[in-house]
């Protein structure tokens, strides 16, 4: 099993939630986060006052697949995502090592 | 008071009442059986007395010496199905001996019965002392009552406490009482419409009902709401009100217990519908079941807490000190400042002239100091003076238009708002009173969100000075923000209609057009900035130009932005965060740099978009080859910003062709997919013969860009990709552009064969998917030109054609189009008019033509 963990622009969020709909893939965390890559934080200067982002407001979707699946989830995202401009942001896959479900007690795949 | 004997027939009798179970059990059969309120919990009280006089009987010990009292809630016979039950027992000193067998003997069986049981043992003399520094028991001590035993023991506590603890002791008693309710407060949140109220400890819940009557008590001996009532504390009509308030408080509590299964006194959202339900509510077309039962419990609570807010005022004043004449000051006539609240001099006043509730609110303003009780109470008392008249006064409403952004305008909305003028002179809020929002982003109800709107307006003053600067007028941006959500409690579509109704208010309140147009914007797109900023592609430019172009000058900008802000913070404190604020900042500027440009700011009426126009036209003319002369006048600015200036160079020179040939068609291949342009003279039924030919061809459409120049040449740029995996070169390009020829020229029978070809995949079973709402939305506000028709749907092959075939049949001219798919679901938007050149108006023809594309979106 493993854990994909996707940094994606926020309005790409709706997409890429259902192209994984699309594939099957039927439950994600999804968080507010905010960081800076490339795409650094900036000041911009209106009517004299000066307004500073010093980071950039980005979704992060977390999928727990099995690892047969990785590769198909991973397009998916990189498709519905994919703008070609800078800050399109990352994907990064994990290894997971148990899957349990805190209502039934249930492990592994039975979990996801 | 009602015994349960003789009240209402039932099976069940005191001595049955042990176990839990069983007591839940006669709990839901009396609810069931309609008995409910202050007859519940007397019922409840008495099966408790009934039990521990028994016990205190067995145990057969000398009842002279011993008393059995009852405190608190059980001491005023209010016990709900799992309130804790607090008695105490009192002994003589002497007897000392025989207290341990006599306390087994009440407790044991008690405890067996499950039930929560506060209990004490103490003399006389220890309760005084103990009552020293508890405040709970001081306060529990009021409602002590003798269930059973010595009635000298228990009257001589009485007596000693009253000497010690009441008599001359009312100021402290106040403080205390004053003390506690601000804690409470603190803790509990000042509001009584917060999402999940505390019936007992929330503002307007029982501790303030109980704190009222307590001191009531104490202070002047007045027993109950009655002799509150005799002695001029309270109006009959307020008692009724209060009364009411009470008997559904106590009807919740009860019930609450319920369903919760414990002693709760939080009516938590997760038990908020069963609630509703359990009080009869149902859901109605535009209001939920447990939308119009919050609004009860938010209603009561408020009066509860404005009856208590009056009270204690009222005591504060009796017990300060005395005024002297110097410390009263004439505001205006008929109007004094007295110790620092505004008074109004004469109640009687305000009948001859309505107009002094105005100048109230206006005195309180300007001297920053809040309406006296009394005159808070002869300005709810007097609601019915305020008329159309009124309402319709230029003098009125300006001063209105004055507290707002003026100073203190959230206390002074507030204290128009509790009064119950607000909803008078605005009768337009009184959908939205109390109204509440059932789900977990909207903290108060509408009415209350809105004047928290204001109050977050007067909080961004201070930290963004220098947008606020822009604001020329403030009191329209706290006019918009006041209404924003006035189109609440209708359903689907609360800011349009919103915005319709201010338009009303603002003529009624003499606002010059230009100012209502500002109102009527900012309340019709208070969304539309939050929604852009986290759905859209800020680097999208063409996105903010159109943007830009919508909101059209900095300062309305500037007014958006500022309420986009605090109806976020208003809603809760889950709806706005630093998040949500970076990306809406990003935007602001973004629009904000583009309406600010120096060259594009020089006139009044700012246009970015036209600037935009400019720089392209001037482009154009430089790549253009020389032979070709350009008339600029056949493109729209909407035409020109949609391409690269390259490509409308392309478009030019391929017009030329027209002349020789009838229809033009190109096509090559894109990163994703397959770019195709259609040119020819635009005709009815165009688009669904293209839309047609495509789909015989396997072709999916991704996005269209449908333009017609002045001349009437059309240039269709659609992109595209081969449903069947086809690829670009395998394609057969030749036979479409011939299909296309002739399908532009009516020779070719889209129809039946797009029938024939699509039949064996409508016998197919279709593959499961969840079903994408279908939605068709004819829209006459957005484009000042054009009807604006929009459909949602789930995409399929040869939908497109099925509508645009559709807009043909009705006689549909669609002069711009965008066709975006999401994922599976397609969004079209068409600007269209209709065969007279005329918007879509008609409400007859609109309902057919909605019929018809809905038809024709489904049913296939």
């Not at chain 2, 110790?339 to 006043?349: D, K």
């Not at chain 2, 900095?554 to 913070?569: F, K, Q, V």
Request: hydrophobic share 40%; net charge negative.
């Amino acid at each position: 099993m493993k854990k994909i963990e996707a940094i994606i622009k926020p309005f790409k969020l709706d997409d890429v939630k259902e192209a994984l709909n699309g594939i099957g893939i039927k439950g994600m965390t999804i968080s507010e986060v905010k960081g800076y890559g490339r795409q650094k934080g900036h000041k911009e200067i209106y009517r004299g006052a000066e307004y500073i982002v010093d980071f950039i407001p980005k979704a992060k979707l977390e999928i727990i697949v099995d690892s047969a699946q990785v590769d198909k989830v991973i397009d998916t995202i990189i498709q519905a995502a994919k703008t070609g401009k800078i800050g399109d942001g990352k994907i990064f896959v994990l290894p997971v090592e148990e899957v349990i479900r805190v209502r039934t007690g249930e492990k592994g795949e039975e979990a996801i | 008071m009602h015994g349960p004997s003789g009240m209402v027939q039932t099976a069940l009798k005191p001595q049955d009442f042990t176990g839990l179970q069983a007591r839940r059990q006669a709990l839901d059969t009396y609810w069931q059986q309609g008995i409910s309120g202050t007859v519940l919990l007397r019922m409840h009280s008495d099966f408790i007395d009934h039990h521990l006089a028994g016990s205190f009987k067995k145990a057969a010990v000398n009842e002279d010496d011993f008393a059995l009292v009852a405190l608190g809630g059980y001491g005023r016979q209010e016990l709900y199905p799992f309130s804790d039950i607090d008695i105490m027992l009192l002994y003589d000193t002497s007897r000392k001996d025989e207290l341990s067998s006599l306390v087994d003997a009440i407790l044991y069986p008690l405890w067996d019965t499950g039930l929560e049981v506060g209990h004490a043992v103490r003399t006389p003399e220890e309760c005084i002392a103990d009552a020293a520094d508890d405040f709970f028991f001081r306060v529990a001590m009021l409602d002590a009552r003798l269930i059973t035993g010595s009635e000298t023991l228990f009257a001589r506590l009485q007596e000693i406490y009253k000497s010690i603890y009441i008599e001359g002791k009312r100021q402290e008693f106040l403080h205390d009482m004053l003390d506690q309710r601000q804690k409470r407060e603190t803790q509990y949140g000042r509001h009584t419409y917060l999402l999940e109220p505390h019936i007992k400890e929330s503002c307007g819940g029982f501790r303030d009902i109980q704190s009222m009557l307590w001191t009531a008590q104490v202070v002047f001996g007045l027993k109950d709401l009655a002799s509150l009532q005799e002695a001029g504390l309270i109006s009959q009509e307020e008692r009724v009100r209060f009364e009411q308030a009470q008997n559904y408080l106590v009807r919740i509590r009860n019930r609450l217990h319920y369903v919760s299964g414990r002693k709760n006194d939080q009516l938590f959202f997760e038990h908020q519908e069963e609630m509703a339900q359990a009080f009869g509510f149902t859901n109605q077309k535009d209001m939920l079941a447990v939308e119009h039962f919050m609004r009860e419990v938010y209603g009561h609570m408020q009066t509860v807490s404005v009856t208590v807010d009056l009270f204690f005022e009222h005591v504060e004043e009796v017990l300060g000190s005395e005024e002297s004449p110097k410390d009263v000051k004439t505001l205006e006539p008929g109007i004094e400042l007295r110790h620092n609240r505004v008074h109004l001099v004469n109640t009687e006043l305000i009948s001859s002239k309505p107009r002094l509730f105005m100048r109230l609110f206006r005195q309180s303003s300007r001297t920053g100091k809040p309406l006296h009780f009394r005159t808070r109470k002869a300005i709810t008392a007097n609601l019915h003076l305020v008329d159309d008249k009124l309402r319709l006064s230029r003098r009125n409403a300006k001063l209105f238009l004055s507290l707002l952004g003026g100073p203190e305008s959230f206390r002074v909305m507030e204290e128009m708002l509790d009064t119950g003028f607000l909803t008078a002179y605005i009768p337009e809020l009184a959908k939205v009173e109390s109204l509440a929002q059932h789900d977990i982003y909207h903290v108060f109800t509408v009415d209350r969100h809105l004047v928290q709107t204001i109050a977050e307006l007067e909080r961004l003053q201070e930290e963004e000075p220098n947008i606020y600067a822009v604001v020329s007028a403030p009191p329209i941006l706290f006019l918009a923000a006041l209404l924003h959500d006035v189109g609440k409690g209708f359903g689907h579509g609360h800011a349009e209609r919103g915005a319709d109704l201010a338009r009303h208010i603002g003529a009624r309140l003499g606002l010059e057009d230009d100012e209502i147009a500002v109102v009527d914007f900012l309340i019709r797109d208070h969304l539309f900035l939050s929604h852009t900023a986290q759905r859209r592609d800020l680097e999208d430019e063409e996105l903010i130009m159109r943007s830009a172009r919508k909101v059209k000058t900095p300062e309305r900008l500037a007014m958006l932005y500022l309420l986009t802000i605090a109806d976020a913070r208003a809603t809760g404190p889950t709806v706005w965060n630093d998040w949500k604020a970076a990306l809406l900042l990003e935007l602001y500027l973004k629009i904000a740099l583009l309406l600010d440009r120096k060259d594009i700011s020089e006139k009044e009426q700012v246009r970015g978009a036209e600037l935009g126009a400019q720089w392209i036209r001037e482009k154009v003319s430089e790549l253009v080859p020389e032979n070709i002369t350009i008339n600029f006048d056949l493109f729209s600015d909407d035409y020109l910003l949609s391409f690269p200036p390259e490509v409308i160079v392309e478009h030019i020179t391929h017009a030329r062709r027209l002349e020789k040939q009838e229809v033009l068609f190109s096509h090559e291949q894109r990163q994703e997919s397959w770019s195709l342009l259609v040119m020819t003279r635009d005709r009815p039924g165009l688009l669904a013969r293209i839309f047609g030919v495509l789909a015989l061809h396997n072709l999916n459409v991704l996005a269209a860009k449908i333009f017609t120049w002045a001349d009437g040449t059309a240039v269709d740029t659609i992109e595209v990709s081969s449903t069947i995996q086809e690829n670009y070169e395998g394609q057969n390009w030749q036979a479409m552009q011939k299909e296309l020829e002739l399908a532009i020229k009516q020779r070719l029978g889209l129809e039946h064969r797009l029938g024939r070809k699509l039949a064996p995949l409508r016998n197919k079973p279709q593959p499961v998917q969840p079903r994408l709402a279908t939605r068709v939305n004819i829209d006459n506000h957005v484009s000042e030109q054009y009807s604006v028709i929009e459909v949602f749907s789930a995409d399929r092959i040869g939908l497109l054609y099925d509508i645009t075939k559709t807009l043909s049949y009705f006689g549909i001219n669609i002069h711009r189009a965008r066709i975006g798919s999401k994922a599976d679901q397609i969004v079209d938007v068409f600007y269209v008019l209709d065969g007279d050149g005329n918007k879509i108006e008609n409400p007859d023809f609109k309902k057919e033509l909605h019929e018809g594309l809905l038809y024709a979106v489904i049913n296939q």
